[in-house]
Every structure is written in C-alpha cells, then in structure tokens.
C-alpha cells in the first residue's frame, strides 16, 4: 500500500468515499473486519463497504491501495456478493467501539478504576503488508451528564494492555472457526496454527478434513507436523498421511522412529503405502529421498488433448502439472522406458489431436535416485526447469524432482516462520 499512511483510525474512516484506480467512485466504508489471534494483535481482513443499492459487500485488505482521512482506493474486480459475517470475524464500528474494557499492565492505573470505554482504535501496516490492531484509544472514568456528554481523561494504549475487547466469552470452538477458514490457502492457516497454543492447535486440526488438512501439514514444519499427527490417532493419522503427496508423507514419517513408521504404514492403503516406503529408502538429501513418485505420465499414443486434461486436474501442483513424462508401458512409477518429457507450453500450442508422442523434448537427462541436493539444485538452475525426472540403471521412470520440493530443503528450517522483508510485495 504504497504512500499510505503506517497508522490509520477506524473511526475516522467511517463514512469515507471508496473508489476504484481510475477514480470512479465504488461506495462508502462502513465498517473494518478485523480476526482475533491467539497471542498476536488482530489482523484486519477486509472492508464493510455499502454501494449504490444500499447493499454492503466485502473488500480483502490485499485489494486496497491507499486508506487514509480522505479516502480509500482500491484495486482489481470486486465481489459484489452480499457481506455476510463469519463466526471468527469482528466488525470494528459495529462492535468494539463504545465496548467497555479493563486497562492492564503498563496502562493500569496505580489507584482508581482500571475500566475505560473503546472511542477509537489504530491499524497499523506491518512490514510483510498486513493490517493489525496494534492500539486502542480509550476514555477512562466515563460518566455521563443529562447530555450525554462524557467525560474523563482519554489515552491511546497498546493492545496488549487491554482486557475485555472482544468480550468474555468462552474461545470460539474449533468446529467454528474451521469454517470461518474454509476459504483460506492452506499456507495462511498454517500461519494461524503456528500462532495457536498446542492444545488449540490439535482441536483445530481434528476438525479440518482430511484433504484439507494433508495440505496444511505440508506448510508446517516437521516438529508441528509430528506433534499433530501423533495427537490425531492412528486411524485418522493415517488417512491424512494417505491424503498427502508421498514425498510429504515419507518426509514427515521420517521424523518418527522406524517403529512408529511401521505403525502407521500398516494403516494405509498398501497401494499408498507402497509408495512411501520407496521413499523412505532413499537417502533424505538425494534425488530419490527429494522425488514425487506421483508425476503426470502418459503413453505416446495419448493426445494433446488428453494430456490438457490430465494437467488440469484440481489436486496438481503447478510444478508437478508443468511437466508431462512420456513412457512405455506400465505407467505407473516404477513406470516401462522413460521417451522424453512434454512441457505444457508445447502442449498449448499444438493442435489437441496431435500424439504426444511426437512432441517430446529427449534432451532432458534423467537424474540418477542417488544425485545429491546440490547437483539437482544446479541442473534445474542451470537450464531454468520446473521439474527433473528420476530413473533407474534401465531407465524406468522413478518419479520426478520438482523445485518447490528443492526449495524446501535448502532454505532455512524455520523459513516459514519468518515474515517477509520490508521489500517483498504481499498484495
């Protein structure tokens, strides 16, 4: 949000005109969606913005581009779906002004009555771009006179030092908050894990499903990973182990003692199972140890068509859909003779009842299961790949070395705990 302001007043904002990047105006803010977060500020969300119709609609915060006293702009298409309120969110005007806390902490006055009223409350700009609540403007000994008039001394304390904003009542129970979260990247609610207690941290995890939480393990680091699968129960441990990429599953059980590894293998389906033991076997910093065994793969005789269509599917990784693998009979890994790979550059721009057979780029060597992190580290730099097959002596495809699963292992341990540096873009 380039040229904003770092710190805004949501009360000053209410009422303001909200327009598009060409001026045109859209409606008038009526309100800011903030999350609270266990042991971190609320992070504000969106917008409550009313447009012509008096219907109110919602703005993420990664669609505004300048917020201050006059104006706030925005940009990209917007959803005109009507607002509605999720279980996890907090409307700031509508709820937590005029609300009556307790000043705590530093704020605490030595002698009197630490309770205040909210009139007004700060967001602030982080540095990887998120909005949070980082102070409360409050008045404290409020009385009010035949007029109504208040009265008191005001102060603008941290958030830390207020207790009560969003209220008394027991934590929001993990079945709804799950679904206030349905709609978010696996990676953001890795982040809201990370923030959560371990007790808190299982009972939101027990009600994600299973898909839905295989993806989310994968964004965690090995000792969370390890601390919720074991809390998890082995029947359902191992169906999310199922539900995950094999080279997910093999890395996470790896953490484990070969006794436990054995427990949760015999759960599986054997055909998942299968596949995630040859990983295991392979040496964690090696070609093999890195590979999915699951690439796109497909006969010669299969079209451009059909490859589209194989690429398209849902459950993919862009990497792992970048690269079709041609082969020989069967095509499963270990698959017959590994031909040649299709891009799926080439793919868009042949016509679909081409064989891609014909299509095939032979230049791309093969790594060996037993090619240490840094040699594919190189290969891939060197000529700009997304992916890299595996195979063996007699050239059967293995699987396939993509580079996010490279990414993972050379950047720090800790790499997904760290925010992003003032210079990265998070809109």
């Given at each position: 949000?380039?040229?904003?302001?770092?710190?805004?007043?949501?009360?000053?904002?209410?009422?303001?005109?909200?327009?598009?990047?060409?001026?045109?105006?859209?409606?008038?803010?009526?309100?800011?969606?903030?999350?609270?977060?266990?042991?971190?500020?609320?992070?504000?969300?969106?917008?409550?913005?009313?447009?012509?119709?008096?219907?109110?609609?919602?703005?993420?915060?990664?669609?505004?581009?300048?917020?201050?006293?006059?104006?706030?702009?925005?940009?990209?298409?917007?959803?005109?779906?009507?607002?509605?309120?999720?279980?996890?969110?907090?409307?700031?005007?509508?709820?937590?002004?005029?609300?009556?806390?307790?000043?705590?902490?530093?704020?605490?006055?030595?002698?009197?009555?630490?309770?205040?009223?909210?009139?007004?409350?700060?967001?602030?700009?982080?540095?990887?771009?998120?909005?949070?609540?980082?102070?409360?403007?409050?008045?404290?000994?409020?009385?009010?006179?035949?007029?109504?008039?208040?009265?008191?001394?005001?102060?603008?304390?941290?958030?830390?030092?207020?207790?009560?904003?969003?209220?008394?009542?027991?934590?929001?129970?993990?079945?709804?908050?799950?679904?206030?979260?349905?709609?978010?990247?696996?990676?953001?609610?890795?982040?809201?894990?990370?923030?959560?207690?371990?007790?808190?941290?299982?009972?939101?995890?027990?009600?994600?499903?299973?898909?839905?939480?295989?993806?989310?393990?994968?964004?965690?680091?090995?000792?969370?990973?390890?601390?919720?699968?074991?809390?998890?129960?082995?029947?359902?441990?191992?169906?999310?182990?199922?539900?995950?990429?094999?080279?997910?599953?093999?890395?996470?059980?790896?953490?484990?003692?070969?006794?436990?590894?054995?427990?949760?293998?015999?759960?599986?389906?054997?055909?998942?199972?299968?596949?995630?033991?040859?990983?295991?076997?392979?040496?964690?910093?090696?070609?093999?140890?890195?590979?999915?065994?699951?690439?796109?793969?497909?006969?010669?005789?299969?079209?451009?068509?059909?490859a589209l269509a194989t690429v398209r599917k849902a459950e993919l990784s862009p990497t792992v859909a970048s690269t079709v693998y041609v082969c020989r009979p069967p095509t499963e890994t270990p698959t017959g003779r590994l031909l040649g790979a299709v891009h799926i550059q080439r793919l868009l721009r042949e016509a679909p009842h081409e064989a891609i057979g014909g299509l095939l780029d032979t230049d791309l060597e093969p790594l060996a299961v037993d090619a240490p992190l840094d040699a594919v580290t190189r290969?891939?730099?060197?000529?700009?790949?997304?992916?890299?097959?595996?195979?063996?002596?007699?050239?059967?495809?293995?699987?396939?070395?993509?580079?996010?699963?490279?990414?993972?292992?050379?950047?720090?341990?800790?790499?997904?705990?760290?925010?992003?540096?003032?210079?990265?873009?998070?809109?």
């Amino acid at each position: 949000m380039s040229g904003a302001p770092s710190r805004v007043f949501v009360a000053r904002l209410a009422g303001l005109p909200v327009f598009d990047p060409i001026g045109d105006p859209v409606g008038r803010l009526r309100d800011v969606v903030v999350i609270p977060r266990d042991r971190r500020r609320p992070r504000a969300v969106g917008l409550v913005v009313e447009v012509p119709g008096r219907r109110r609609i919602f703005i993420p915060m990664t669609r505004v581009t300048s917020m201050d006293a006059g104006q706030v702009i925005t940009t990209g298409l917007l959803n005109m779906r009507r607002f509605e309120q999720r279980p996890a969110e907090v409307l700031v005007l509508t709820e937590l002004l005029d609300r009556t806390v307790r000043l705590v902490g530093p704020a605490a006055p030595e002698d009197g009555d630490p309770t205040a009223v909210v009139e007004d409350v700060a967001l602030e700009q982080q540095r990887n771009r998120d909005w949070e609540l980082t102070r409360v403007f409050v008045r404290r000994g409020v009385r009010r006179s035949g007029l109504g008039r208040r009265r008191g001394a005001t102060a603008l304390v941290d958030y830390h030092d207020v207790a009560g904003l969003f209220g008394d009542q027991p934590e929001q129970s993990a079945v709804l908050l799950a679904a206030s979260l349905e709609e978010m990247k696996a990676a953001d609610i890795a982040d809201v894990l990370r923030e959560m207690s371990g007790k808190r941290r299982v009972e939101l995890s027990t009600e994600l499903d299973d898909e839905r939480l295989a993806d989310v393990l994968q964004e965690l680091t090995a000792d969370d990973q390890v601390q919720i699968l074991s809390a998890l129960g082995r029947e359902r441990a191992a169906d999310v182990l199922e539900a995950m990429e094999p080279d997910d599953a093999a890395d996470l059980l790896g953490a484990l003692s070969e006794d436990q590894q054995e427990q949760f293998l015999r759960l599986m389906e054997p055909e998942e199972a299968r596949d995630v033991r040859r990983l295991l076997a392979y040496e964690d910093d090696t070609a093999g140890g890195l590979m999915t065994t699951e690439p796109v793969v497909l006969p010669p005789e299969a079209t451009v068509a059909q490859a589209l269509a194989t690429v398209r599917k849902a459950e993919l990784s862009p990497t792992v859909a970048s690269t079709v693998y041609v082969c020989r009979p069967p095509t499963e890994t270990p698959t017959g003779r590994l031909l040649g790979a299709v891009h799926i550059q080439r793919l868009l721009r042949e016509a679909p009842h081409e064989a891609i057979g014909g299509l095939l780029d032979t230049d791309l060597e093969p790594l060996a299961v037993d090619a240490p992190l840094d040699a594919v580290t190189r290969r891939l730099a060197t000529y700009d790949l997304v992916s890299l097959p595996v195979t063996d002596p007699d050239g059967r495809l293995l699987g396939a070395v993509t580079v996010d699963d490279v990414l993972d292992h050379i950047l720090p341990e800790d790499w997904r705990e760290q925010h992003d540096s003032p210079g990265v873009s998070g809109g």
